[in-house]
């Protein structure tokens, strides 16, 4: 998969000679953060798709979809982001998974690492934190 070089101006930031545009799927309850988190992605030229909570990431699997990169917060109703990293990777989905959340205290970063993350960043994401999860993604 070809992701092209990570370019970056005043106005717009986007991923530029893509083969494939790299899918994202957003796991958050927070309308204002799946807001802001869908506009970064796709300034960055990412097809986007959004889930309010865990249980509804984990359907989209079971149904068919597939993404290249989740982004889960932390803490949602129905199922949490720890429940729902886990389901997803007893399932055998290899995405990247990145956690995203407004807790900055290390046991709780460290527990939500544990359930299977590969990175975890506090909420919320910008330009920098979204350049180096794309370099991330291209490596894996």
Known sequence: MGFGNVTSTSKTMKIIDTEKKISVLIVEDDLLIQKIHK???TKFGTEVQLAANGKEAVDLFLSGA???LILTDLEMPIMDGIEATKKLRSMGV???IVGVTSRNQDSEIQA???SGLNACYV???NAE???VVLNELKNI
Do not use: A, E
Request: proline share 6%; no cysteine; aromatic share 12%.
């Open 123 to 125: 909420k919320p994401l």
């Open 94 to 96: 290899t995405s990247m």
């Open 66 to 68: 597939s993404f290249d």
């Open 129 to 131: 934190k979204v350049t």
């Open 112 to 114: 939500f690492m544990k």
């Open 39 to 41: 506009v970064m992605m």
